[in-house]
Every structure is written in C-alpha cells, then in structure tokens.
C-alpha cells in the first residue's frame, strides 16, 4: 500500500484530474474527498490571489484565514485510486518497488536488490511509455481542449 501511495503521489495521467469542481456543503465550506493525494487551486482562477491548502479534510485559506468560501471552487486534484483499478503496467511497476523495499529490508542479499532494482527500473519505463501514450502532450505545452493549426505553405499563394 505505501508503495501503491509513492507511485500514485507522483500525478499520473489515469489519476490527474484537472479543473475538477468542489461545491459548497451547508457550512460554506469546500470539503476533501477522502482519496485525494494532492489538491491545487486550478491555475487561472479568480480564486488565484489566495493561500488554499488542505486541513482537517476541508480547504483553508490562509490569507483570509477561514474555511468559509463564497463559491464553488476548481482545483486540480490527484486521486489515490485502488491497486485492482490501475493499469496494468503501474500495478507491475508498483509490486516491483514493494518488492525491492521488501528485499532490502529483510533479505541480505544484494544481487536480488540489484535484479529487483532492475526490474523497477524497466517497468518505470514501462509507465512513462503508458503516460507519454495516454497523455496526448505536445512539445509547444498547448492546454487541452485547443486546437493548433501549423503553417502550411499552400497558404502563401492563396495572398
């Protein structure tokens, strides 16, 4: 499980949720579900000129020093989701690194750490392989939902 929170903590693209809203309870007060890892103001808010952070499972803000909110906000949110819901390269990549910790801690025997190491280190490749796939980046950083349209030489006859 610890190494199931390392490895998920890092924001991955099956567990990174962006712009996702937290309403108002009847306290006015924007609380944490309980499997969130990490939570940050989504950037460009109005909300972007205060201090949010996590406490006692509710949102502070430590400029106006209030759990209080007058409006919904959106954060951006990494969730921390089961072992039997995630891909299969990341449950690999997970057992591996338990593995590893599991035989430095208890098994003297550095050739088996060293295997083990190696091990964690090709399925990490594995899931950058998966995020790269699944994360459809670009190199110019355009935000989701947008379009780019590159130059097309055609274009220069059509003046």
């Not at 567990?15 to 944490?32: G, K, S």
């Not at 000129?49 to 990494?78: C, E, S, W």
Request: glycine content about 4%; some cysteine.
């Amino acid at each position: 499980m610890e190494c199931s929170v390392d490895v998920q903590n890092e924001g991955w693209v099956f567990n990174t949720e962006n712009n996702y809203p937290i309403a108002l309870n009847t306290d006015n007060e924007l609380r944490v579900p309980q499997n969130v890892l990490r939570i940050d103001v989504t950037e460009g808010q109005i909300f972007r000129y205060t201090d949010l952070v996590r406490r006692d499972g509710r949102i502070y803000d430590k400029l106006n020093h209030t759990f209080k909110f007058q409006a919904p906000v959106n954060f951006d949110v990494v969730w921390l989701f089961p072992f039997n819901d995630l891909p299969s390269v990341f449950k690999r990549y997970i057992t591996y690194k338990a593995s590893g910790r599991a035989a430095t801690q208890l098994v003297t025997n550095p050739q088996l750490t060293q295997l083990l190491a190696q091990q964690e280190a090709f399925s990490r490749a594995a899931c950058m392989e998966y995020e790269c796939n699944q994360g459809d980046y670009t190199f110019m950083g355009w935000p989701g939902n947008t379009a780019y349209r590159p130059y097309q030489p055609f274009q220069t006859l059509a003046r």
